[in-house]
């Protein structure tokens, strides 16, 4: 299995490449080979979560004898965890629904082969980013999916939508240079940018406290901000909603997670460091910004009638809940974050795509225009309320479980208030969407809307089977899935007074034969 | 010193530019000198006073080339990042020109969407 670990991202990378060779001679050829390698990835990703296999592998590993005397492999260091592998299970699960949906739904677009391109560009970057071992590999592979999402998001080259990419690209730059930034002090301090000998490094005190501070905000402020955490939410509500459907459920649904949660989790839980000097303040900040995304996200929702600004905002909310979870610092609390990061991808992809089927079929994407829908689109009606009852948190679908461990971490790592406010937000994300439901999906049908049909099969199974695996979710969480979750939260932090991974992920990249 | 302080000037130049200038272009200018500022405090990273190349010549002193040669890795990791650097350029300068064969005008508080 791990020989086969860096297909993760030569795979969508050859897809990439591919689509734009075909572009002029065979433009319809360009969906199937993302397609068929989305699929490929999809296979890969169930076997890497079956197996269960964890490891580091080295792409390139050229045995070098240096004229200096010491032998060292120079590669690229990818790590395959239980948390790597529930991420690109995620990534390959929510593309396929997305490509599917896209294949339809593109129609009306010019440049296809592009929008594939740079697609399979967009998978890369993540599964890169969810896979690398070295801090620089971490910004080159956030920083080709960002520029992929940039290009994704003016793809309708209307006035709105070009202005919220140019928006996006200046604050999504100037996050990436204070990413940089953060690496090159890191670096200027300890000569390291190996992500396990960093967090080495850090752990033995060879970082100044001063230092590790800064160095702690840049990447806070740079991955906060492609998390899309308040204060830095700003470019989420015009970007998300200003691109295509599918564009908008993959930017949603994976990349805040990709890039903004998973990076976090990694640098502040592997790198600098919970239990270290700054642990205290870094749980603080986590929870002060959580609960900050998790009430204002919510609030900003409440008052929307644009379904997909609703939607963005409500994302916000939803990555408080995981902030907050994350700044418990314990492993249930991880846990917890972690699923419902993996929850918030399955039905906030789904509603961003059935919000494109909506604005399809009503010409509209203002809730109070819409209504009825449910009596002429019934596929579309099925998943959609699916999704809204998993991100309200009904039980049994998903949503309802991680936002209960949620509350249990919380309450039981002693922050009754933090659990308070997030039991509140549940609530008020319940009012937002009994709202979506009552005013776009049943009561009167407008007479304008009446001769409307569902939209093609293409369109609506992706949605329904996003739906699906949300109540699979919650089903099956009891009954293994608990376990799987579990294993990616004790990757970053295990279930003890001391953390023991940090320690575990030292020894198996380092077991792979590469000295620090 | 000096040149980390250019550095930080560089740094606050950039986004004084970025975020005070309503003129887009101005605005693509100014993320582009914070870019150079962060490569510029990478290289510097890597620097020795008196230092030389890092190119390894076939029987020179080993010691000697350890201790004086300038850490390469940091010249990497800039040609990276200047790499990427120029294809945001090139994505920034053609969503400007987008904008100008929209709007007539480069003038942020001209547009619709854009407020921040």
Excluded at chain 1, 95 to 110: E, H, K, N, P, Q
Excluded at chain 1, 361 to 372: A, N, P
């Amino acid at each position: 299995m791990l020989d086969l670990v860096p297909l993760f991202v030569l795979i969508p990378l050859g897809a990439a490449f591919a689509c734009l060779l075909v572009k002029k001679r065979a433009p319809a050829v360009a969906p199937w080979l993302s397609l068929v390698s989305v699929v490929a990835l999809l296979g890969l990703a169930i076997a890497g979560v079956v197996q269960g296999t964890s490891g580091a592998a080295i792409a390139g590993g050229w045995s070098l004898e240096t004229h200096l005397g010491t032998s060292f492999l120079p590669g690229i260091v990818l790590v395959f965890d239980g948390l790597s592998a529930m991420f690109l299970l995620l990534v390959a699960v929510v593309s396929t629904a997305v490509l599917l949906f896209g294949l339809r739904y593109m129609d009306t677009y010019d440049g296809r082969p592009l929008y594939y391109a740079l697609l399979s560009l967009l998978i890369a970057g993540m599964n890169g980013a969810v896979l690398a071992g070295d801090l620089f590999n971490l910004y080159v592979f956030i920083e080709i999916a960002s520029i992929a999402s940039y290009a994704l998001v003016a793809f309708g080259t209307g006035g709105r939508e070009i202005e919220a990419a140019f928006k996006y690209l200046m604050l999504g730059a100037v996050a990436s240079s204070s990413i940089l930034l953060g690496i090159a002090v890191l670096y200027a301090s300890t000569g390291l940018l190996n992500m396990a000998d960093l967090g080495a490094a850090i752990a033995a005190g060879q970082v100044s406290e001063a230092t590790l501070l800064a160095v702690a905000t840049l990447f806070l402020a740079g991955l906060g901000l492609k998390a899309a955490m308040m204060p830095f939410h700003a470019w989420l509500p015009d970007a998300h909603p200003s691109a295509p459907a599918p564009i908008s459920a993959m930017l949603s649904g994976l990349l805040i997670k990709t890039l903004g949660i998973y990076a976090l989790v990694r640098v502040l839980y592997v790198v600098i460091g919970m239990d270290g000097v700054l642990g205290g303040s870094l749980q603080t900040l986590l929870l002060v910004l959580g609960c900050l995304s998790m009430v204002g996200g919510v609030l900003l929702a409440l008052g929307q009638t644009d379904l997909k600004r609703l939607l963005a905002y409500s994302s916000i909310s939803q990555m408080g809940f995981v902030l907050v979870a994350l700044g418990t610092n314990t492993w249930l609390g991880v846990a917890a974050g972690i699923y419902h990061a993996l929850n918030h991808a399955l039905f906030k992809s789904a509603l961003f795509l059935s919000a494109g089927s909506l604005e399809r079929l009503t010409g509209t994407r203002d809730i109070t225009e819409m209504g009825g829908i449910a009596r002429v689109a019934p596929a579309t009606t099925l998943g959609t309320v699916g999704a809204s009852l998993s991100i309200a948190g009904v039980p049994p679908f998903n949503g309802f479980w991680s936002k209960l461990l949620i509350l249990i971490a919380l309450f039981s790592a002693g922050l009754p208030v933090v659990g308070a406010i997030a039991a509140a937000t549940a609530v008020l994300t319940l009012v937002t969407f009994v709202k979506v439901q009552h005013k776009a999906l049943f009561g009167a049908l407008p007479e304008r809307l009446k001769d409307i049909k569902d939209v093609p099969a293409s369109m609506s199974l992706p949605v329904v089977a996003l739906a699906l695996l949300c109540l699979l979710g919650g089903l099956l969480w009891p009954l293994g899935l608990q376990d799987i979750v579990g294993d990616a939260a004790a990757s970053v932090r295990t279930d003890a007074k001391t953390n023991l991974a940090p320690e575990q992920y030292r020894t198996m990249v380092h077991s792979e034969g590469r000295q620090p | 010193m000096i040149m980390y302080a250019l550095a930080a000037v560089l740094f606050g130049v950039g986004l004084y530019g970025l975020l005070v200038k309503r003129h887009l272009l101005k605005k693509v200018l100014g993320l582009l000198i914070l870019e150079h500022a962060v490569n510029l405090f990478l290289v510097e990273v890597g620097y020795i006073e008196g230092g030389t190349p890092p190119i390894r010549i076939e029987g020179a002193d080993a010691a000697a080339f350890v201790s004086n040669a300038v850490d390469p890795v940091p010249q990497a990791l800039v040609l990276t990042s200047i790499v990427i650097g120029l294809g945001l350029a090139m994505l920034m300068v053609a969503l400007t020109l987008r904008i100008y064969e929209r709007y007539g005008s480069l003038d942020a508080n001209r547009m619709s969407e854009l407020k921040g």
